[in-house]
């Protein structure tokens, strides 16, 4: 047992003492050294050198690596909200380029020129040209100018052109001239020489309008206090003296029912243009065109509603309706006229003139206004149906039109005089 104890001693001591000791050794007085790395060698200056020019290329590399991958995700976000935008935008006609949020619009800060200033208008009363922007302030104060001198008419000319809706001014003209027959009628019956302001027909009728009391005035009739169901209200009474010049109320009665609201003509703004290579680039205020707020809302609901259409069968009636409804989207046109010179005649007009009235303008800026002479699209078609608009024509909002003496015409006075020399075409006080 002894010898047993003694063996396991042992073979504990050799454990501990680990490999390379001797069972006899004293392993406690011996502590582990710790083992010293080499030295490593300094490198040369050359070495040091490429080092650092294989690290910078490196670092570079890394950086270049990271910019691509930045700019190709900010690229392809650009991308997927443009994307998104131009789907929402695709059937509006007022998309003029891809913007998204993150974007900023890009303005160009020089001024813009446009071809002409806007839209006058010849006041037909005064002659002044007016612009349209100040087209209703002018219409009242030249009517009130006018109404010292003429205040019947004036007064049923306020009525016609100071009002809007014109079934309301027409139901508003029935009733005055409605008052003036039952005078006219009964003209010793004092109940039909007095209107009732609070009346509800004359409320709903004439009061809303302007220019009735102007009216009424004119004809005779003054404001009185008079006494009604246990009060006082106000009345329009026609004096007794007025009752017996019935001549003079059917005079007024007439001039109401035909006096027609003040028509202003399109100043034409008559330009002449030197040669430029820019004659087909129009700069167009927005008073050329006839859309509200509200259709510029529902423009993207009607492009829908177009598509859909397309895959309906519609009658001929229906196609002519949109039509005309495309028609009216502008109010104004430009139209330039290019001679053989190259000089331009520009002026304004509106949308639904007829080609008559440019014909007419043509004529009155030409030398020899006698001769005939053919107009013609820019596509070289001619221009021949005098009564039909510029829009159904295809002129609007802006337009070039060419000029040329009629070849028939021409060709007989080269056979008479033997050459075709007439080439002045302007009158000399217009350039």
């Not at 063996?7 to 050294?33: C, I, M, N, P, Y």
């Not at 131009?86 to 509006?92: F, L, M």
């Not at 005079?251 to 290579?277: C, G, H, N, Y």
């Amino acid at each position: 047992m002894k010898k047993f104890f003694s063996k396991v001693k042992t073979e504990v001591t050799f454990k501990k003492a680990g490999e390379g000791h001797k069972l006899t050794e004293d392993t406690r007085s011996k502590a582990v050294q710790p083992r010293t790395p080499a030295e490593r060698a300094h490198p040369s200056q050359g070495a040091q050198q490429a080092g650092a020019a294989a690290l910078a290329r490196l670092e570079q590399k890394d950086q270049s690596k990271t910019k691509r991958t930045s700019s190709a995700v900010r690229a392809a976000a650009r991308a997927e909200a443009a994307e998104r935008e131009a789907k929402s935008n695709a059937n509006s006609p007022y998309a003029t380029g891809t913007r998204t949020q993150s974007e900023p619009e890009v303005r160009d800060c020089a001024p813009v020129v446009l071809s002409v200033s806007g839209v006058r208008f010849i006041c037909p009363l005064s002659g002044q040209s007016v612009p349209k922007e100040g087209l209703d302030q002018h219409k009242r104060e030249c009517i009130v100018t006018y109404l010292i001198d003429s205040p019947v008419k004036m007064s049923a000319t306020m009525i016609q052109s100071l009002n809007k809706g014109r079934d309301k001014v027409q139901v508003c003209v029935d009733t005055l001239r409605k008052y003036l027959e039952n005078i006219m009628a009964n003209p010793t019956e004092e109940k039909f020489r007095k209107i009732r302001l609070s009346n509800k027909a004359f409320q709903d009728r004439v009061a809303t309008m302007e220019g009735h009391e102007e009216f009424l005035q004119a004809t005779g009739f003054s404001l009185k206090e008079l006494p009604h169901q246990d009060t006082v209200e106000p009345f329009w009474v026609l004096g007794e003296d007025k009752c017996d010049d019935l001549d003079s109320l059917k005079a007024s009665a007439d001039i109401l029912t035909t006096t027609e609201p003040l028509k202003f003509k399109v100043d034409r703004m008559m330009q002449v243009l030197q040669p430029t290579d820019r004659v087909a680039e129009f700069r167009l205020p927005d008073a050329f065109y006839n859309l509200t707020t509200e259709e510029i809302k529902r423009e993207q609901q009607d492009r829908t509603d177009a598509v859909q259409k397309s895959f309906q069968l519609r009658t001929k009636a229906m196609r002519e309706r949109e039509e005309q409804q495309n028609l009216r989207r502008y109010n104004f046109t430009l139209i330039r006229v290019r001679f053989p010179d190259n000089v331009l005649l520009q002026g304004v007009f509106r949308a639904q003139e007829k080609l008559s009235e440019l014909v007419q303008f043509v004529r009155e800026a030409l030398v020899s206004d006698w001769l005939p002479f053919v107009l013609s699209s820019a596509t070289g078609q001619r221009l021949e149906e005098e009564e039909v608009s510029f829009a159904e024509l295809g002129l609007v909002p802006a337009a070039v039109v060419n000029f040329t003496w009629d070849p028939s015409i021409m060709a007989d006075i080269a056979a008479q005089q033997g050459a075709a020399s007439n080439n002045q075409y302007l009158k000399p006080e217009l350039l």
